[in-house]
């Protein structure tokens, strides 16, 4: 069994991202993510079965780290519903201001979910999650809106996708944005 090089596997999450930003899903082939991360073909396969599996893989992985530091936002909050929204809201801003590459990687996988296998369209939101343990608080509650899971998702989603299209938002604009959105899901 060949030992795990973390170096390589780097280089290739780093590459995807790159090509992606830079290329498109469309145009990422596995031979362009070996030769940008200076590895061979065949060391992908060490590390992944297929391009879906690569793709679905580096999505859990960079979802994971931008949900790093959520728990903490979510705790100072517990008590209020609308609280962990806006939380959650503003955290994804936050994460996206501070990591706009591996954010928008994300949001064009998650805008793609053909691209990826059942696991990676399910990560994340599982009830063992705090995103999804927030979203079945949510939708057991009778004062909000019924709505699917992916009718809330998208609906958080909205002040990132803004920042995706105009990046130089002001905070002032983003406020009312989830002002509006906590608004729209009540019910």
């Known amino acids: ?7 390589k ?13 830079q290329d498109g899903l469309t145009n990422l082939t596995t031979a362009k993510v070996a030769r940008v991360a200076g590895v061979s ?8 079965q297929d391009k879906t599996d690569m793709l679905s893989r580096i999505y859990e992985i960079v979802k994971d780290e931008l949900h790093d530091g ?24 936050q994460q996206y201001r501070k990591y706009p590459r591996e954010a928008r990687f994300v949001q064009t996988l998650w805008n793609n979910p053909e691209l990826l296998d059942d696991h990676a369209r399910e990560y994340g939101t599982e009830l063992d999650t705090v995103l999804g343990q927030l979203f079945q608080t949510i939708l057991n ?11 809330f998702e998208l ?12 990046p130089e938002v002001q905070d002032k604009e983003i406020e009312t944005l989830i002002e509006v959105i906590i608004r729209a899901i009540h019910a």
Not at 1 to 7: F, G, P
Request: aromatic share 6%; no cysteine; hydrophobic share 50%.
């Open 1 to 7: 069994m060949r030992k795990i090089d973390e170096q």
């Open 70 to 93: 959520l728990v903490s936002a979510l705790e100072m909050v517990i008590d209020d519903l609308d609280q962990q929204i806006r939380a959650v809201i503003k955290f994804s801003v």
């Open 9 to 21: 596997k780097l280089n290739i999450t780093q590459a995807v991202i790159d090509l992606v930003e």
């Open 141 to 151: 509650s009778a004062n909000y809106a019924a709505l699917s899971e992916s009718a």
């Open 41 to 48: 073909p065949a060391t992908l396969y060490i590390y992944y």
């Open 155 to 166: 609906l958080l989603a909205t002040p990132t996708q803004l920042l995706l299209r105009k």
